[in-house]
T-cell receptor
Framework: AQSVTQLDSQVPVFEEAPVELRCNYS??????LFWYVQYPNQGLQLLLK??????LVESINGFEAEFNKSQTSFHLRKPSVHISDTAEYFC????????????FGKGTRLHILP | GAGVSQSPSNKVTEKGKDVELRCDPI?????LYWYRQSLGQGLEFLIY????????KSGLPSDRFSAERTGGSVSTLTIQRTQQEDSAVYLC??????????FGQGTRLTVV
């Protein structure tokens, strides 16, 4: 069965420093990949997604993620974080051609330190 | 509706009682998911519907949990004989096939 691994449950980082949140998924021929964000006391919302085409996808608030098929990874990065980026981030994968359901990782809590 | 709607938003129940949680997905969305989010436990998959059928019930934690979906739309998650460990936020999401999932605000269940 498809699975998603987010190795880091928590990541502390200083404000204006770069950050990378790691995500790996179990191998499959074709997948869609997503990052969701949950701000404190809010619901989950889509941050960015990879469906096809360019392997580098970006969000409107400066995050980017790169689909790496050979490493089955979809790490999320931001060159300079802001206090408002404090949130929990979830990686998700949809396995095309199987049952198509979306599987989520356990999440990574990003702590921005002043 | 405009988004995924869940009701109630909060539910406090006594241990041993049954509860029903409701999810109204976005109109036309064929896929519907239930997840559970507990403090420190991340996002736990419970069940997935494609139309009215549930090809994957593997995440239901025990036989006290059941879910159904009718008319390819509304879904209810039922927990019988609630236990304190059932306390969590129950999230519903819907999607158009393999597209992105849209989440509701969740139902916060507290078992006392």
């Amino acid at each position: 069965a498809q699975s998603v691994t987010q190795l880091d449950s928590q990541v502390p980082v200083f404000e204006e420093a770069p950050v990378e949140l790691r995500c790996n998924y179990s191998s499959s021929v074709s997948v869609y990949l997503f990052w969701y964000v949950q701000y404190p006391n809010q619901g989950l919302q889509l941050l960015l997604k990879y469906l096809s085409g360019s392997t580098l996808v970006e969000s409107i608030n400066g995050f980017e993620a790169e689909f790496n098929k050979s490493q089955t990874s979809f790490h999320l990065r931001k060159p300079s974080v802001h206090i408002s980026d404090t949130a929990e981030y979830f990686c998700a994968v949809s396995d095309l051609g199987r049952d198509d359901k979306i599987i989520f990782g356990k999440g990574t809590r990003l702590h921005i330190l002043p | 509706g405009a988004g995924v709607s869940q009701s109630p938003s909060n539910k406090v129940t006594e241990k041993g009682k049954d509860v029903e949680l409701r999810c109204d997905p976005i109109s036309g969305h064929t896929a519907l998911y239930w997840y559970r989010q507990s403090l420190g436990q991340g996002l736990e998959f419970l069940i997935y519907f494609q139309g009215n059928s549930a090809p994957d019930k593997s995440g239901l934690p025990s036989d006290r949990f059941s879910a159904e979906r009718t008319g390819g739309s509304v879904s209810t998650l039922t927990i019988q004989r609630t236990q304190q460990e059932d306390s969590a936020v129950y999230l519903c999401a819907s999607s158009l096939g393999v597209g992105e999932a849209f989440f509701g605000q969740g139902t916060r269940l507290t078992v006392v």
